[in-house]
T-cell receptor, first 114, second 119 residues
């Protein structure tokens, strides 16, 4: 069964600090892995998309890494800001006979405090 | 360029009623997918449409249905509402054409969602 597990479930950090969120998956065959940021009451917004051949991708203060061998990904946030407070969702895309199939993690709830 | 528009943003229904939610994708996007988001289950895939045809379907009962129109706008309907249907319903659009057997690497653009409360 395809699964995506994220850790930690929630995290509180002080403004200016760095943090790393984890994503482990069992989706096979693998196509790509995406990280989304979702503010409370809003729709998710894409941060990064990585394919099998990519092992790191950055978007401003967000850097995602991918190890397709161990089926792990991480999202590193540098110099956190209050506006980084949100849910971060890892989504893995697998190939099926009918096309694309996305498996969603349940997210990491990040809170950045003063 | 306007984003994905979902209407209504909020609605309250009672058990047994039915509801229709609407989604207008980004101009030029032909793929629309729907998701249910609840605090306990996270985001769950409902179905996906491309060129008025349902391409993929998640594991939801037949009370959940959808359709797509020739202008790519999409609607989803939930009949005989249950308390457990209370959730944020998200729509996403994508410009990619899906080739059977190959995964879509295109980005999904989500709307703000329709929050449904069933009493």
């Amino acid at each position: 069964k395809n699964q995506v597990e994220q850790s930690p479930q929630s995290l509180i950090i002080l403004e200016g600090k760095n943090c790393t969120l984890q994503c482990n998956y069992t989706v096979s065959p693998f196509s790509n892995l995406r990280w989304y940021k979702q503010d409370t009451g809003r729709g998710p917004v894409s941060l990064t998309i990585m394919t099998f051949s990519e092992n790191t991708k950055s978007n401003g203060r967000y850097t995602a890494t991918l190890d397709a061998d161990t089926k792990q990904s991480s999202l590193h946030i540098t110099a956190s800001q209050l506006s980084d407070s949100a849910s971060y969702i890892c989504v893995v895309s697998g190939v099926t006979g009918g096309g694309n199939k996305l498996t969603f993690g349940t997210g990491t709830q990040l809170k950045v405090e003063l | 360029k306007a984003g994905v528009t979902q209407t209504p943003r909020y609605l309250i229904k009672t058990r047994g009623q039915q509801v229709t939610l609407s989604c207008s994708p980004i101009s030029g996007h032909r793929s629309v997918s729907w998701y249910q988001q609840t605090p306990g289950q996270g985001l769950q895939f409902l179905f996906e449409y491309f060129s008025e045809t349902q391409r993929n379907k998640g594991n939801f009962p037949g009370r959940f249905s959808g359709r797509q129109f020739s202008n790519s706008r999409s609607e989803m309907n939930v009949s005989t509402l249950e308390l457990g249907d209370s959730a944020l319903y998200l729509c996403a659009s994508s410009p990619d054409w899906r080739i059977p057997g190959q995964a879509n690497t295109g980005e999904l653009f989500f709307g703000e969602g329709s929050r449904l409360t069933v009493l």
